[in-house]
């Protein structure tokens, strides 16, 4: 017999066991949709807008080089040939390599106190970039930074879906990751304003440097404090919506709550399971057209043939579209419990952008090259935000799932090698082998999405039909499937 959450009785109630996976009474629990609805307002306003300002300060550290560029940066430093190329190209060697790492220690430590300490990182990074002399020195800094900034995006994920289910993820990583392409307008309004400040004794570059580092700084501490561990420690939060927080993680996020970090294990799948090398491909593929709009969005708008100010001014528009884009294409997702055709059509439209300013002669047809670039960049982020949150889904054990995030993210992340080596000073200000690739990885991955979400609908028919039953993913409480794939009772969730 169904009945609501009563805290009185539940109290005592252990977390599911996870040698045995048995089902606890907790999954034929009903949940009150108003005090449900009361908890997640409560859970959006008190982490939603501070995570969303974390990943704005490391967006904006990470990306303002290109607006620095257009002030003259490489002509302070005397960079030379490929030298801002390779600066760029750096930055990703440590973000790719050590977003795995930290993300144990989130795992272990929480999110909320690892990550404001590496913002405090790249916040002083950002601002020692205004201290550089030379190439040497913006070299070294860049490493340090993508060190700094390698698990903001994997730990954010993995912290949000320890606070929502798998319906609610998406929505809510999208606002967070909204705040990336935000970023590219602020950052194109601050180097708007900084750059028409004419002072004898710092440039307008390095004054964007230490205005953005400085935020950074001081909103990392903000954060560390402000930041609950994990649920149950939620300040904000009674005792009865604690309980409620945990019953409803094991019916729809994961097998276990504060499951104790086995390295081993977590890494196994990465040699046993098939699965984990087309989650791979989906990630590498979708970050080239990412990384190369979040790198070269301000060059590319410099092919309309405007001054230094107007371009930063132009690139704006196109940001802010994007961010609606995410939280359009993510809420959409959620609503309709959907990943792949999401992912699909939005790798479409950023190809189709990227393929109209590898074809058009873009001083003839202005409007037409600016239109391209809001399809750039309407397309460009979803993709990732959906794609991160479909492998979570797809993954009960916290263990793995911590793994995987920091994993595909580091891969994706590695696309912004590609990306950097495709846009080359050489084929400056047309860049058509790069737009070329870009458009090449976009419309692969869109069709490999698409083929993926499929598989997965044909597996959970073929398994309905194997059982004489007609699951969905949600049908299945998350906390009885301890063995993820294997468990005949596991349901893709598409």
Known sequence: MSHDLDLESKKDMSVIDARTGSETP???????????????????????PCL???????????????????????????LVGNQYYLIVMVFYVPLCLCGTPISLWIKRWSAARVLPLMMLGFGSMAMINAAAKNFGELFFIRIILGICESAMLPGVVFYLSSFYTRTELASRIGIFYS???????????????????NSPKIKG??????IEGGFTIIFATIAFF?????????????????????????????????????????????????RYIIWALLSLGL???LAGIGNFLPQIVARLGYNKVKTNLLTVAP???????????????????????????ALLVTMIGFVILGTIDVLSHKAVAYFACFLLSAGSASPSVLTSTWYNNNSPSENKRVVLTAVMVGI??????????????????????????SAAFGGATALLAFSWGMYMRYENKRRNLAQGVNHTALDVPTEILGKGHADPRFRYFL
């Not at 907790?26 to 939603?48: A, F, G, P, T």
């Open 319 to 345: 940001n802010i579209v994007g961010a609606l884009c995410v939280i359009l294409f993510t809420q959409s997702s959620d609503y309709f419990r959907e990943r792949s055709f999401h992912i699909t059509f």
């Open 287 to 289: 970050g080239v057209p």
């Open 205 to 210: 570059w390095q004054m964007l440097f230490i």
């Open 26 to 48: 907790e999954s034929h629990l009903v949940i009150d949709k108003s005090e449900e609805r009361r908890l997640l307002r409560k859970l959006d306003w008190s982490l939603l």
């Open 412 to 437: 994706a992340n590695s696309s912004g090698l590609i990306s950097s080596n495709v846009f080359r000073a050489q084929d400056a200000p047309k860049y058509i082998p790069a737009l070329s690739v």
């Open 226 to 274: 402000f930041l609950p561990l994990r649920p149950e420690t939620h300040w904000i939060l009674t005792p009865r919506e604690k309980e409620l927080c945990r019953i409803r993680i094991l019916r729809n996020s994961s097998s276990v709550i504060n499951e104790k970090l086995n390295v081993g294990d977590a890494f196994r799948p990465f040699v046993q399971d098939w």
């Open 52 to 78: 969303a300002i974390m990943y704005l300060c490391n967006a904006l550290d990470k990306g303002n080089l290109g607006n620095a560029l257009t002030d003259g940066l490489d002509k302070d430093l005397h």
């Open 179 to 197: 705040a990336a392409q935000i970023s590219g307008a602020f950052s194109g309004l601050i180097s708007y304003g900084v750059f028409q400040v």
